[in-house]
């Protein structure tokens, strides 16, 4: 591993944690739809002397000495971004996906302004609104959620709250819904209401480079990505303006002379953030060379195909599917029909070496932190190489082990089963 020899010496304690997780990651299903395996070469720029650097501010306009060769890396990682997703103007100095949706809002809104945004317990994120968070003590949220019955999307329903809460930003994008999001849609009802539109496609940028899910680029006003997810990069985020030019709606607020690029810029810096991670950058640019081959491109669609055919072997094991399947990588799962809540089901995969996480469903009647449902995803597992065929024998090894919790002799060739399919598609074995 990439100076493991050092670590080693100066700090075996925190070498040998790291060695046990890689063997936790070989030797297990890996299947929480927010992570996945970067390459190699992701991680080699993550892990170099890039780190060392200070940059504060933008490529030719550092406050600091120094920064020719850094300003190449970041102009590469935005040159790449604006080519590979079709915008005019890339930032990517947030630090992650939540100071990023910051940012947005931090660019775009003055405190108190409305904004409208997924509920989280649909499936929404922190920042889309809720109550805890900077989204919602700074800014006036409301929500909007999924129909009772279908628990799909209702944008009549999303159109209505719009009209009547009169938004300044609409926020769309989601964290645990597994259909797709039209952007088309959600751009109409923004108009209409003369609100901005931020899609946040942090979970479903790699399908979106794909072509396996809509676009937001002729759609929304700023689009917001991870770069850890789908995209298969490192921990990071980056902030994208389809139309660089456009201005802002308000021309009461202080800023309405600049347009939305130079906007976004100024709330990363000097607005919110210091010094960029050069390491991260480089890392993000290595990424989005690799998510604009051909072979990216199939990734993607591998992606969905492994989780429409698990949804199917879910459903034939007798799990009760949130919308009955998925569109995309993820699956949301109500398993109190088994006996079980979403704590007790996690714990129970994880002990087997199923890795997923415990989440609410739509109308969730339990407590967040002991929910009604399982989230689990694809990305991880594609990386990996699995194919449908892998899928089904993953659905059959999760259907077992949740309908025999206390059988030992289930669980134990359960186990056997993770092990064969984890041993069939190495990861990283390279990494001694």
Request: aromatic share 6%; net charge neutral; with cysteine.
């Amino acid at each position: 591993m990439m100076l493991m020899q050092h670590l080693n010496t100066m700090d075996p304690e925190i070498k040998g944690w790291i060695e046990k997780e890689l063997a936790r990651q070989r030797d297990g299903l890996e299947m929480i739809p927010s992570e996945n395996f970067t390459s190699l070469a992701v991680m080699e720029a993550m892990g170099s002397i890039l780190t060392n650097k200070y940059s504060e501010g933008y490529p030719g306009k550092r406050y600091y000495g120094g920064n020719q060769f850094i300003d190449e890396v970041e102009n590469l990682a935005r040159d790449r971004a604006k080519k590979l997703f079709g915008v005019e103007h890339a930032n990517v100095q947030p630090y992650s996906g939540s100071p990023a949706n910051q940012a947005v809002c931090f660019a775009l809104l003055n405190p108190g302004d409305t904004i409208l945004g997924m509920e989280l317990a649909q499936g929404g994120h922190l920042t889309h609104g809720y109550k805890v968070n900077f989204s919602g003590k700074y800014y006036r949220a409301v929500n909007y959620g999924v129909d009772p019955k279908t628990h799909l999307l209702d944008y009549e329903a999303i159109r209505a709250i719009a009209i009547k809460e009169k938004p300044k930003l609409i926020i769309c994008g989601a964290t645990a819904y597994p259909r797709q999001i039209d952007f088309a849609k959600f751009s109409a009802i923004a108009h209409e209401v003369n609100a901005y539109l931020l899609a946040d496609i942090s979970h479903i940028s790699g399908l979106v480079i794909s072509g396996v899910h809509q676009s937001p680029v002729p759609y929304a006003d700023v689009i917001m990505t991870t770069t850890h997810k789908t995209l298969r990069g490192p921990r990071g985020a980056m902030i994208l303006v389809p139309k660089a030019a456009d201005r802002l709606h308000d021309v009461h607020h202080p800023d309405s002379k600049r347009n939305l690029a130079e906007l976004i810029d100024a709330a990363i810096i000097p607005g919110l953030q210091g010094g960029p991670h050069n390491h991260q950058t480089a890392a993000i640019a290595v990424a989005l060379k690799e998510a604009a081959t051909p072979e990216f491109k199939k990734y993607g669609e591998q992606i969905v195909k492994n989780a429409k055919t698990l949804a199917e072997a879910l459903t034939t094991g007798g799990l009760s599917l949130i919308t009955g399947g998925t569109d995309n990588h993820l699956i949301l799962a109500n398993v109190t029909p088994l006996g079980l809540t979403g704590q007790q089901a996690q714990e129970l995969l994880d002990s087997v070496g199923i890795t997923m996480n415990k989440n609410m469903i739509p109308y969730d009647t339990r407590k967040p932190l002991d929910p009604s449902g399982i989230r689990l995803g694809t990305p991880a597992l594609t990386s990996r190489g699995f194919t449908e065929k892998d899928m089904v024998k993953v659905g059959e090894l999760i259907t077992i082990t949740l309908k025999n919790p206390d059988d030992s002799v289930k669980l134990d060739a359960v186990r056997k089963g993770v092990k064969e399919l984890t041993d069939s598609h190495p990861l990283y074995p390279d990494l001694k």
